[in-house]
């Protein structure tokens, strides 16, 4: 993972973030000075990835205190529901800056803080990178109990690796450590329109990781199934609720009802933190939907008519039994179901 851009830096008080919008053609970082850049960052897709997002709601809150050592309490929790609400479907954001808070309701002063979320959010980072590689360890069991030891032809969509986590990556991780194992045969990423993270985002991690791979459009996905060019899909979650419907990056549904059809094993990976259990069902979830303009134009330049109209829903929801196995830091949910979900996330 060492030729991976690492998306978020926290360097000498001041964090420094990928602008993921510009991969590939540029590599550029943009210097985040208070909670309101962290805001803009999350809203505009600058960071992106539900992990990712989450950390940036951390270190938005630092930034915060550091600009605001004299805060009280109630200001800081107005802090914290403003960044909460830069992108309302990825639960890990709500997640963070909720734990973000219940620390500061215990602090005397609020000057404290600061050094505390700096701590924090490097504890929850390097907390990641060990959950998601027991996930890879835990897929890789799985596919050998399936297909024994030989070389696989996996499939993912949008893009969740290094750039969508700060750490090593959920879905995308367990393909970069197959490979790493010599299990990887081949990887189909998916475009994911509109904002392109397979194409752009993951394709660029393949590469930098000597990863063989072909980008392909959604719609392909029903002829490689059926044309049996691969053994196994891996995609991420950007909440996942009781019953163990799962949101993520439109277009995992479809991708998880032709997977069905053909009778392709498709799992999610996500950590704990991504489970949202105040939901009973995925009909509960809110799916955020996103500027028309993202659909109607590329960089700015119109590939629709003018007058055209679009709806842009940047979410769907994986139903439960179209899931094989959702595969968390505790181990995997198989099958899945309520009961399942309750007794492995809660442990």
């Known amino acids: 993972m060492s030729n991976i851009l690492l998306p978020l830096k926290f360097e000498n008080d001041g964090l420094k973030l990928l602008d993921q919008r510009l991969i590939p053609a540029?590599?550029?970082y943009l210097h985040a000075k208070n909670h309101e850049d962290c805001f803009r960052a999350i809203e505009d897709m600058v960071v992106r990835g539900a992990p990712l997002i989450g950390f940036t709601g951390i270190w938005g809150l630092a930034l915060y205190i550091k600009n605001n050592p004299k805060c009280s309490f109630e200001q800081f929790v107005r802090a914290a529901e403003y960044l909460k609400s830069a992108r309302p479907t990825a639960i890990n954001l709500a997640y963070e800056i909720d734990k973000c808070v219940e620390i500061a309701r215990s602090q005397t002063h609020m000057n404290t803080m600061y050094d505390i979320l700096v701590r924090?959010?490097?504890?929850?980072m390097q907390a990641l990178y060990e959950k998601n590689y027991k996930m890879a360890i835990t897929a890789e069991v799985e596919l050998e109990k399936i297909y024994g030891p030989r070389p696989l032809n996996l499939m993912t969509i949008c893009n969740t690796g290094t750039l969508a986590c700060g750490v090593m990556g959920t879905a995308l991780g367990v393909i970069s450590h197959m490979h790493k194992m010599n299990k990887c045969k081949h990887v189909y990423a998916s475009e994911t329109r509109p904002y392109l993270q397979g194409s752009r985002l993951t394709s660029f991690e393949l590469l930098k990781e000597g990863i063989s791979h072909e980008v392909v459009v959604e719609g392909a996905a029903s002829y490689l199934m059926k044309n049996k060019m691969v053994d196994a899909i891996f995609a991420g979650a950007d909440r996942i609720?009781?019953?163990?419907?799962?949101?993520?990056?439109?277009?995992?549904?479809?991708l998880s009802i032709i997977a069905k059809h053909y009778g392709i094993p498709f799992y999610i990976v996500a950590p704990?933190?991504?489970?949202?259990?105040?939901?009973k069902s995925g009909t509960e979830i809110p799916i955020e939907l996103r500027d028309p303009k993202e659909i109607l134009t590329y960089k700015k330049i119109p590939i629709s008519h003018p007058d055209a109209k679009a709806l842009n829903p940047s979410f769907d929801v994986t139903d439960a039994d179209c899931i094989r196995g959702i595969i968390c830091e505790n181990g995997m949910i198989q099958p899945v179901s309520k009961e399942n979900v309750l007794k492995v996330v809660k442990g």
């Open 120 to 124: 924090y959010a490097q504890g929850e």
């Open 241 to 254: 609720v009781e019953n163990g419907d799962t949101a993520n990056k439109i277009g995992t549904s479809s």
């Open 26 to 28: 540029e590599e550029v």
């Open 272 to 279: 704990i933190s991504s489970f949202d259990l105040t939901m």
